[in-house]
């Protein structure tokens, strides 16, 4: 099994649905993460969470939401989607600063 | 303005030849890792770097950190197929957060 495995791969929703990616971990990590990824832009940073009870945003965080259920999950939503958030998405995880981060494998987002 | 730039955005290398990537801060590094990423997949870690000078070496992949920690280089050396990707790299600039550069494309022509 992966060590970080989101679900779904791939998914094609319409503007303004409500849609949620999910994110879990067998590392037993505290640190969960999650990216965008754009064409010439990078990975950028949207949430990030140090532990169960500790949200914080990214640079990138306007138009959507987490929520870390326990320490191996960490969802993403989008609560209304729109076209320019059409991305592939990461999440993340890591054990403390100065460590490794393990990927998943990606979901690509595509709103229309 | 970017904090982590990468260059060059894209490379073609022949078979065989070597190339470097270069990725600079415009703040002091406390840790700089590089990542392998095959085209729409996850990441792959190469390797982590976080002492002035430091020299990592990973197979044919040769990673440094200057002394003043603002820059890293990536040299593959006698390049392959298997090289090809997106090499990201990732900085830590204490807030324990990791933030990407803008990637550079990497094609490997026969």
């Known amino acids: 099994d992966a060590d970080v495995t989101q679900t779904p791969r791939n998914r094609i929703t319409k503007t303004g649905k409500r849609i949620m990616l999910e994110c879990s971990q067998t590392?037993?990590?505290?640190?969960m993460y999650w990216y965008r990824q754009d064409p010439g832009l990078g990975l950028r940073l949207i949430y990030y969470?140090?532990?169960?009870?500790?949200?914080n945003k990214g640079e990138i965080s306007d138009g959507y939401s987490v929520s870390r259920q326990a320490q191996a999950k960490f969802s993403l939503s989008l609560e209304s989607a729109i076209p320019n958030q059409t991305a592939l998405y990461f999440c993340?995880?890591?054990?403390?600063?100065?460590?490794?981060?393990?990927f998943g494998q990606g979901t690509r987002l595509t709103v229309v | 303005s970017q904090e982590l730039e990468q260059s060059p955005q894209s490379l073609i290398v022949q078979e065989g030849k070597n190339l470097t990537i270069n990725c600079t801060s415009s703040?002091?590094?406390?840790?700089l890792y590089w990542y392998k990423q095959k085209y729409g997949e996850g990441l792959i870690f190469l390797m982590m770097?976080?002492?002035?000078?430091e020299e990592k070496s990973h197979e044919k992949i040769t990673a440094k950190l200057d002394e003043k920690k603002q820059q890293s280089s990536l040299h593959i050396t006698a390049s392959q197929p298997s090289h090809a990707g997106i090499y990201l790299c990732?900085?830590?600039?204490?807030?324990?957060?990791?933030?990407f550069g803008t990637g550079t494309r990497l094609t490997i022509i026969p």
């Open positions: 969470s140090f532990d169960v009870k500790d949200i």
């Open positions: 993340a995880t890591s054990d403390y600063w100065g460590t490794e981060a393990f």
């Open positions: 770097l976080q002492k002035g000078g």
């Open positions: 590392k037993g990590h505290d640190r």
């Open positions: 703040k002091t590094l406390y840790g």
């Open positions: 990732g900085a830590d600039f204490g807030n324990e957060k990791l933030t």
